[in-house]
């Protein structure tokens, strides 16, 4: 059904589509080409919030260059919006444009378009056909996908750890596990996340910024704080230079007035403290993630904790993908990965499928998802 020539544009389009991985969120990662006699006419990718959206960037590209999309074809790696949100539809555009085809990767699992932008296309005598490079374009925008389809943020949890599966030495020293060419490549999955998740055990004991720093991105992730009892000092350095970026502190029940008073502080500096305790008074975790993903609108979160909250959020299957660093050397007796208990039956597990595998200077990083993901 698709040509060579189909195939390699969609390709170009999914090329525009990862500039936009640091950049677009909430928004999809979406890339455009516009294609006139086997070359490409113009190009665009989809900008921060609020800015335009990729068919507008590359239809904008067009008239820099006095040219015109009448007759031309349209490759776009996600149906292009019917509904009027942050910006004006982006279907009404391309429709004024007057593009003989517009092949589209997939489908827009947002229910306001949800096929309603193809439709309109073929209405105004388009021809479109959708589904080309499909999964190339699914696994870009898990994130926005799983938002759409579940109510719910794709999760990943990043683990740096030595051959023996060990996080820190026994008495909590981490720094450095992995080299240099791993932790940049860390940066480049904050990078892409709407927020980076962590615990007050991890802010107590290590301090981290847990921003950006090792690759160029224009907007910081939030950070969100999992702290039961509100423990976190208010010297912490991750409430300090947020580069545009928020804080979110998920609690328990906050009952003294101690508590109560500390809450105030924080949210007169801006700092969200919200409460959301489960039976047992901490944090309920499945909540915050729902929240996170329909009140927070947040596609994709990354998680760099610590041994207690990394074992509650696998046990309570919060955890989609997992990225794992592993150094070459043995620690022995230290901290683990997760605080996972024994399991008494083999078919108690959770099994997980990996999808990626790198070596990155000295250490080697492995993807995993799992094994029962439909996204």
């Known amino acids: 059904m698709y040509s060579a020539a189909d195939q390699e544009w969609m390709s170009k389009a999914l090329e525009q589509a990862q500039h936009s991985l640091y950049l677009s969120n909430p928004n999809p990662r979406v890339g455009c080409v516009i294609v006139r006699e086997g070359k490409m006419i113009a190009q665009g990718h989809t900008q921060q919030v609020g800015g335009p959206h990729a068919e507008i960037q590359a239809l904008a590209d067009l008239r820099t260059k006095g040219l015109s999309a009448e007759g031309a074809t349209v490759y776009v790696t996600l149906e292009p919006c019917s509904h009027t949100g942050r910006t004006p539809p982006c279907v009404d555009a391309l429709i004024a444009a007057k593009p003989a085809k517009v092949y589209i990767a997939m489908q827009d699992p947002n229910p306001l378009v949800a096929g309603r932008g193809i439709e309109r296309l073929k209405a105004a005598g388009i021809e479109v056909y959708c589904g080309l490079l499909e999964q190339e374009a699914e696994v870009l925008n898990r994130g926005f996908i799983s938002r759409m389809t579940r109510g719910l943020p794709w999760v990943r949890l990043k683990i740096a750890a030595s051959l023996d599966g060990k996080t820190a030495l026994g008495n909590g020293q981490s720094q450095w596990i992995t080299g240099p060419t791993a932790r940049k490549d860390g940066h480049h999955w904050r990078a892409q996340a709407c927020a980076i998740v962590t615990g007050v055990g991890t802010i107590k004991e290590d301090d981290p910024l847990l921003n950006v720093r090792e690759v160029a991105t ?15 000092p208010s010297s912490a350095k991750i409430l300090k230079n947020l580069g545009g970026a928020q804080v979110i502190i998920m609690c328990g029940k906050l009952d003294s007035k101690e508590q109560q008073q500390k809450a105030a502080i924080f949210r007169e500096q801006g700092i969200e403290v919200t409460e959301m305790p489960n039976t047992q008074g901490k944090v309920d975790l499945p909540k915050m993630f729902a929240y996170l993903a329909q009140e927070r609108e947040m596609n994709e979160i990354h998680v760099e904790a610590g041994f207690k909250l990394n074992g509650s959020m696998l046990r309570e299957y919060c955890v989609d993908e997992l990225l794992l660093y592993y150094a070459p050397f043995f620690i ?4 683990g990965m997760a605080n996972i208990a024994p399991l008494s039956h083999l078919d108690q597990r959770q099994d997980w499928q990996i999808i990626d595998q790198d070596v990155l ?6 993807r995993l998802i799992r094994a029962d993901s439909k996204i």
């Open 218 to 232: 224009q907007r910081q992730p939030w950070k969100v704080i999992v702290d039961s009892k509100l423990e976190t």
């Open 332 to 335: 022995g007796d230290g901290i």
């Open 361 to 366: 200077g000295k250490d080697m990083r492995l």
